[in-house]
């Protein structure tokens, strides 16, 4: 079961990043792959804000990297990031699995919960950045 004070919404977090933080290049994600992000949004290297880059081609999804269950990262590091491209993203401290389209939990600790989506916006040339929160959408 989740803890009970987990905000609803990527931008309820503390040092949520703000809209129009760059994230880098579509072309720096591995294709197919979910990649960790640790941002520095004020909290410096110690305390960054983590996000989840989720790859599939021209495009990409972002989740706050924050397991619902206990509000840690599904991983420590990227090499112990758990994934099925395309398919799943598990966490690997108790293990729920999250699917790829949209981060809802589909096993674990958390069903009935998800991923927090965070709205990316996409340039031309490929740079993604946070994009404005939408009243009524994350
Ligand atoms: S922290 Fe328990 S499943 Fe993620």
């Known amino acids: 079961m989740a803890t009970s004070n987990t905000p609803s919404h990527w931008f309820e977090l ?68 758990i994934s099925k491209p395309g398919t799943s993203i598990t966490c690997n401290v108790h293990y729920a699995r999250f699917r790829w389209s949209d981060g809802v939990c589909e096993s674990g600790e958390c069903v009935g919960e998800g ?10 040339d490929g740079q993604l950045t946070i994009a404005a929160i939408k009243m009524g959408h994350t």
Do not use: K
């Open 14 to 81: 503390t040092r949520a990043p703000a809209t129009g933080t760059i994230l880098g290049s579509v072309s720096d994600l591995p294709d197919g792959q979910a990649t960790m992000l640790a941002l520095d949004t004020g909290g410096g290297v110690a305390q960054p804000f983590h996000l989840l880059l989720l790859r599939e081609g021209a495009q990409v999804r972002a989740f706050v990297n924050r397991c619902p269950h206990f509000g840690v990262p599904l991983a420590a590091r990227q090499t112990q990031l």
């Open 115 to 124: 991923l927090m989506p965070v709205p990316l916006d996409v340039s031309a």
